[in-house]
């Protein structure tokens, strides 16, 4: 069957854009996921799209033969969600990469999918405008990918996720039509009309349509940053300090946490950056014009005073870079924590409310000391995200066991104290066992909208819960 599909992708699609062959398929196997390194799944096939059109041919022909269709981007994922569970076909997205148009006049550019982050945002620079949502793997990440996961990255707390920048997407439905949201012929930056099936598509994770335009609403990029970093002898204290700078009025551009272990990984990397090892370490961010943001940077440190015993801070760009380096650095860096040991990704996106955060760090150590595992904990402490980084000998059959044993806890962990298993990285097939509990009756709903939109169960099954 899938060479007769091989055949005829190959007469509507240029043939070095269809792979089939053995090692090409053992490299769309898995993405950043713990689950999908243990476990790759191969394609059957994949093909490299470079129009709307020849996605189309690709669903209707998944249509006709019943195959499981998969839209990926860059792979940087860490719950399996583009990976194929099932075989089939991956849709590789990641060569539809162009800017089709910056409307500067009215702060929104149009785009396709597989456009990187931060390409998007280097070419945005000239015209003084920017895309705000920030993932740490904003290098390598695809805008597409940022909108099937809803992703948002270091500076949510202050400008949001990528569902709020989104004004119209062209999307692919799993039966072949093609349909544009947000008005066909629309450049308003905000609209009530019908049903908003723009953010039904976002943080679908490419189960119920194919992306293949974007239109974005930009901001004006701010002229300058302030960066304060400081220490605590407590967690408790740190929580306190962050209270503290949010009732002195400001709203950081980025809050983000690092606890002693993940200070003690970024001090190995980089014995210059000399940080105090102490249970909290946090770093504002803030940005604007420069004299605000040396305002700002001034009214944290005054805010911090009772609560930090050690604080750098600067609003001069190349100081600002040094202070970045530790956050910087830290998602690699945790790595040292274990000679021969890697950074696996479980339970590494976890978000609770900001009240529960001391509880959820303490309980996290005790869960990861439990089974002898190191784990560094860092985050965006500003909204309640944090990431657990376990590092194992991933060559260890009993590290490994016990690795899966304790991700498994800490999602349950961050549930019961009123969170949610992933506030970034999206279900995919790590998190859907949670989803019911999560979820409850809503699930369903889900559901019935899978069905509703893909009779045939074609685009990306077995995601979410959802129907394998």
Known sequence: MIEKIISELQRVIDKERVLWRKTDMMTYAYDASFATQLEPKE???????????EVQACVQLANKYQVPLYPRGAATGQTGGAVPIKGGIVLDMSKMDRIIEVDDENFQVIVEPG?????????????????????????????????????????????????QYVLGLEIVLPTGEVIVTGGEKSRALKS??????????????????????????????????????????????????VRAVYHSGIIPSAIEIMDIYATRAANKM??????????????????GNKDIVALQVKTISEALKSHTDYVKFSDDPEQCENLWQSRKIVGAAVGNLKPGGIRVYGGEDICVPFSRL???????????????????????????????????????????????????????????????????????IVRAPYMEIEHGQALDVMRRLKKTLDPNNILNPGKMALPT
């Open 43 to 53: 394609p059957e096939a994949v093909v490299i799209p470079l129009s709307t059109d």
């Open 192 to 241: 009530v009309s019908g049903y908003d099936l723009a953010h039904l598509m976002i943080g679908s994770e490419g189960t119920l349509g194919i992306v293949t335009r974007i239109r974005l609403k930009l901001l004006p990029l701010p002229p300058a940053r302030g960066i304060v970093l400081c220490s605590f002898p407590k967690i408790e204290q740190a929580i306190e300090g």
């Open 270 to 287: 980089r014995p210059d950056l000399n940080l105090p090892e102490t249970e909290a370490l946090l770093l504002f961010e803030v940005d």
């Open 358 to 428: 001391p509880e959820a760090i303490r309980r996290i150590h005790e869960i990861t000391n439990s089974y002898n595992i190191v784990c560094g904990i860092y985050g965006h402490v500003g909204d309640g995200n944090l990431h657990t980084a376990p590092i194992i000998d991933i060559n260890n059959q009993q590290e490994v066991e016990k690795a899966k044993q304790m991700i498994e806890e800490i999602h349950h962990l961050a549930i019961e104290l009123g969170g949610t298993t992933t506030a970034e990285h999206g279900v995919g």
């Open 115 to 163: 456009i990187i982050q931060a390409n998007l945002n280097a070419a945005l620079k000239k015209y003084g405008l920017f895309f705000p949502p920030d993932p740490g793997s904003s290098k390598m990440c695809t805008v597409g990918g940022m909108i099937s996961n809803n992703s948002s990255g270091l500076r949510a707390v202050k400008y949001g996720v990528t569902r």
